[in-house]
């Protein structure tokens, strides 16, 4: 667009006597020049935009419900004056979590359930005693998902997670012999678990968790695989 009146210009230049068309032909190439300077500059100026605000995500409450198995993998206790005893293991634990989800990855909330530790039974100057005990666990929970090991969000570890928690644990023990005794004990403690979660609509998903509870101060432990129920009952 420069080159056009230029060559118009030295054609005129040519054309005309010089002491009559060099001061207008100097003029017209400055003004043309200003020109072409004002109209890039409006064009290569663009607003400056701040991006520094990122808009945040969604946040989401999680109410999470699910039982399975448990195992007690501790020493019982068995006092020597109980004969024909008996003890068992397994137990069937419950769990209940509030998860507050961010638009990060760590997650928190709490949790609280119940689980069986152990129970024994046998016989004392020939009567019947059982005793049971259980656990009712309060801790503070965080968990993030391992899509962040994998480095793309497609795959597997984008549905695995790890959780683990601090607090506390109500410690309940019944002894049934010549009536029923009641024991109630805090321990404090923590949890750890894995879990594999699978969506199946848009507000629900079910996982399967491995879990292993702790309580430190009774020396008490429970290691448990539960199937679980994830449910987002609030987003904001």
Known sequence: MVFYPITRLSLLTITTPP????KPSIAMLLGLFVLISVTTSRAQYSPHVDTTGAKRGPYNLVITVGGGISYYPKHIGIPATLEQTNNGRWGVPFTIRAMWY?????????????????SYRGRVNGERARVYVSGVPMLLVFSMPLAWLSGTERRLTRRLAITGGTGAYLINSRLNYQGIVDAQEISIGWMVAGSYVQPVGRRVRIATELKWLNATATQDADFSLQLQLLWRAFSW
């Open 102 to 118: 961010p638009d990060h990855r760590l997650l928190a909330g709490i949790e609280t359930g119940w689980t069986t530790l152990y």
């Open 19 to 22: 002491n009559k068309s060099m």
